[in-house]
C-alpha cells in the first residue's frame, strides 16, 4: 500500500480567495453571483488555468500547484453542484406554483399532520427566518424525530436522518459564498 | 398519478373503490440522491416565514417531545408562505415524498387520501424533472 501525505498544511481554498484571484484589486466591488457567473460563462479549463497563474494562491498554497489543482477542481465542483440545485429548486418552486400544486398539498397536509410535522422538523433543520438555527437543541429534536419516527408508517421514517446535528449552519452569506435563495439564471 | 414500481404494486392492491378514475403510470425519472447531496439542499434552504420561525422557537421552549410534535401538528401548512413549503420538499428530496406516496397508499382509507397521494406523485415527477433539467453529471 502506498501511503499518501496531505502536503497542503492545511490550507484551503475558499470562494473568498477565488473571487480575489479573479478579479485582483476589483475584488471588492465584485459579488459572490458575478464570480459565479464568471466560473460558469468561462470554460472550466480556462478558470482554472486562470487560478492556478494567481500568485495569491500560489502563496498560499507554497508554490504547490498540485495541491492547488486539486483544491480549485474540488471547489468548482461543489460550486457547480450548488448552482445547479439552486436553479432547480427555483425552477420545481415556479412550476409547482403555477400548478397550484403546493396549495393542493398544503391543504391535503391538513389532514396529514405527520406530514405537517416532517415539514415543519425539516424547516427548524434547515433554518428559518435567515440565520436561525437551532444549534444548541439538537438533542431535542432529534429526540422528537426519534418519537415522531414511531408514528410514521412506511418509508417516510426512513428519511428522517436528515435531521443529523453534523448538518452545519451556515453564516447568512450561503454555501461557500453561494448566495442563499437569490435567482439566478444561468 | 405517477409511481415507481414498489407504489405501483401498493396501489394495484387498493379495493376498487378507491383506484376509481386514477391512472397510474410509472415515474421515470432519475435522481441519484445521497446524504451528502440532501445536506447540500438544506443549506441552500433561504425560508421567510413567521409561521415557520415560530415553530422553530416554539419547539426550543417545549417542556416534552410530546408538546414539541403536537406543536408541529398545530402548524396550518395552507397559511406558510408557498416558497417555503416547495423549497422544503424539495430539500427533503424524492426519495422522501416517494417514502410519504408509500406511506399514504400503504394507509388510504378513502378518495381524498388517494388524491393526496396523486398530489405528491405529480410532486415528485416536477421535482424530478426540474433536477433532471438543471442537474447534470461533471
Excluded at chain 1, 489543482?69 to 403555477?98: N, V
Excluded at chain 1, 461557500?176 to 437569490?182: A, I, K, L, S, Y
Aim: proline share 2%; net charge positive; aromatic share 6%.
Amino acid at each position: 500500500m502506498i501511503a499518501t501525505i496531505d502536503r497542503s498544511n492545511g490550507a484551503t481554498l475558499t470562494f473568498s480567495d477565488i473571487k480575489h484571484a479573479l478579479y485582483d484589486g476589483d475584488s471588492s466591488t465584485k459579488t459572490d453571483l458575478d464570480v459565479l457567473r464568471h466560473i460558469f460563462d468561462n470554460k472550466r479549463q480556462n478558470v482554472e488555468e486562470q487560478l492556478l497563474s494567481s500568485p495569491k494562491l500560489l502563496e498560499k498554497f507554497k508554490g504547490r500547484k498540485r495541491v492547488l489543482k486539486r483544491e480549485i477542481s474540488g471547489l468548482l465542483d461543489r460550486s457547480r453542484d450548488q448552482i445547479q440545485h439552486l436553479a432547480a429548486s427555483r425552477d420545481f418552486e415556479k412550476k409547482s406554483g403555477k400548478k397550484g400544486i403546493i396549495r393542493r398539498f398544503a391543504s391535503f397536509a391538513a389532514r396529514h399532520k405527520v406530514v405537517t410535522a416532517l415539514l415543519a422538523f425539516a424547516a427548524a433543520a434547515g433554518g428559518v427566518a435567515g440565520s436561525f438555527y437551532l444549534a444548541g437543541n439538537w438533542e431535542l429534536l432529534l429526540a422528537n424525530v426519534a418519537l415522531l419516527r414511531k408514528q410514521i408508517a412506511g418509508g417516510v421514517g426512513a428519511a428522517l436522518p436528515v435531521l443529523d446535528p453534523a448538518t452545519k449552519a451556515l453564516d447568512g452569506t450561503g454555501l461557500e459564498g453561494v448566495p442563499r435563495g437569490t435567482g439566478i439564471t444561468l | 398519478m405517477f409511481l415507481r414500481i414498489g407504489e405501483q404494486v401498493l396501489f394495484a392492491a387498493l379495493p376498487t373503490d378507491l383506484k376509481a378514475g386514477i391512472q397510474a403510470r410509472s415515474e421515470s425519472g432519475q435522481y441519484a440522491d445521497s446524504r451528502e447531496r440532501q445536506t447540500m439542499r438544506f443549506q441552500l434552504l433561504q425560508l421567510n416565514d413567521p409561521i415557520l420561525a415560530t415553530f422553530a422557537e416554539d419547539a426550543r421552549a417545549a417542556k416534552s417531545d410530546a408538546d414539541c410534535i403536537a406543536i408541529a401538528q398545530r402548524i396550518d401548512l395552507r397559511k406558510v408562505n408557498k416558497s417555503a413549503v416547495s423549497q422544503l420538499l424539495f430539500a427533503l428530496g424524492p426519495d422522501v415524498v416517494g417514502g410519504i406516496i408509500v406511506s399514504v397508499i400503504s394507509a388510504a382509507a378513502d378518495a381524498s387520501d388517494i388524491a393526496f397521494a396523486a398530489t405528491l406523485s405529480e410532486l415528485r415527477h416536477d421535482m424530478l424533472e426540474s433536477l433532471s433539467d438543471f442537474v447534470h453529471a461533471r
